[in-house]
């Protein structure tokens, strides 16, 4: 079976219920292609653009997965053919979904710019969605401390936050934000090794991962964003006590 009939094959098993299936269609439509439905102008020219529409007020491109289906949409301008991983790193930037044969009985299936940015980034490497993100619980202070006072020795650290994500598919993790200076390398380096030495203090059992702050497209890094704040602050003013003790810490409302 190719990709592209792989994917045509699991449009049809998908349900709310089977979060698998739906893994399996996005690395199927990953390695297959798309046949996208121009809604003006011809594949190259420079005011060509994709058809789009609204569905519960998000965007979506829609497309077709085989030629096949194209003749049974009845579309009649151009498209051109693009792969998954292609159409995915283009549309996901823009906050567009794609939605998948909407001619076909039901209206088909969109798939959201959160699922296309994990097409384009890599299916392994980032969590399955829908993410459920909350305050951790799990009581892990001498980590915390630890990356605390590692932090004042990172100088390419700017803050640290925290959360825990209950992905749709995989085990729970503890999600570490991080807040850099810019890309240099160096700096990256300085970071990654001072996780390396906190996790040294995580128990057994526990996963721990990390997000950059500077992902303005990341799920995780957009909730910590909006619901919390940080548990070290390089810049904050000195209050005279640990950034990772008492009511100045992550999850508290800002003072005033």
């Known amino acids: 079976m190719s990709a592209g009939e792989a994917v045509e094959e699991l449009l049809t098993r998908v349900t709310p219920d089977r979060l698998d299936t739906y893994e399996s269609l996005l690395a199927a439509l990953a390695d297959s292609e798309v046949w996208m439905l121009l809604w003006q102008g011809a594949p190259g020219d420079p005011d060509a653009h ?78 399955a969605g829908p993410l459920e993100i909350s305050e951790p619980s799990v009581g892990v202070d001498s980590f915390y401390a630890r990356l605390v006072a590692l932090a004042p020795r990172t100088p390419a650290l700017r803050a640290l936050w925290r959360a825990w994500v209950r992905p749709a598919l995989g085990d729970s993790y503890l999600a570490i934000g991080l807040d850099v200076d810019g890309p240099q390398e160096s700096g990256a380096d300085a970071v990654r090794a001072m996780m390396r030495e906190a996790v040294a203090e995580v128990p057994d059992g526990l996963t721990v991962g990390t997000v950059a702050m500077a992902d303005g497209y990341d799920p995780v890094a957009m909730w910590l964003r909006a619901n919390t704040r940080p548990f070290y602050e390089r810049d904050a003013p000195a209050l005279g006590r640990s950034p990772a003790s008492g009511p100045q810490g992550y999850g508290y409302p800002r003072a005033y």
Request: glycine share 16%; aromatic share 10%; charged share 15%.
């Open 50 to 127: 994709y058809g789009g529409m609204e569905v519960a007020g998000h965007g979506y491109a829609p497309c077709v997965t085989s030629r096949a289906e194209l003749a049974a949409s009845g579309w009649n301008r151009a498209y051109e053919v693009v792969p998954g991983r292609d159409i995915a790193a283009a549309l996901y930037p823009e906050h567009w979904g794609l939605w998948l044969n909407p001619h076909a009985p039901g209206g088909g299936l969109g798939v959201p710019w959160l699922d296309l940015r994990r097409i384009a980034g890599g299916l392994d490497r980032l969590p």
